[in-house]
C-alpha cells in the first residue's frame, strides 16, 4: 500500500502486491540513479568547512564577548 502525489492529484494503491507506474518526473529520476544513499558527500571546497570561521558568527561572538566585558567592568565600579 502506498501513496505518490503528483503535481495534478494524489494517487494511492490498495493492493500490497500491486505495483503502481508514476508520471511523476522526479521520482522516475531517482528510481533511474538509484537510491541517493548511494551517493558519496559533496564537497564544497578543498578545505573543510568550519562554523568559527563565518565571518557572521564570528562578530556575534565578539559582540558578546565585548558585552560580557562591560559587564564586568561595571561590576568592578560598583564594588
Known sequence: MGCSIN???LSCSTSINSTKTT???FEQYLKSV???AEFN???RGKVPYQI???PIILRRM???KEKLDDIDQ??????
Open 7 to 9: 503535481k495534478k492529484k
Open 23 to 25: 508520471n511523476d518526473n
Open 34 to 36: 538509484g537510491s541517493l
Open 41 to 43: 558527500e559533496i564537497r
Open 52 to 54: 568559527s570561521k563565518n
Open 62 to 64: 565578539n559582540k558578546s
Open 74 to 79: 561595571d561590576k568592578m565600579f560598583v564594588n
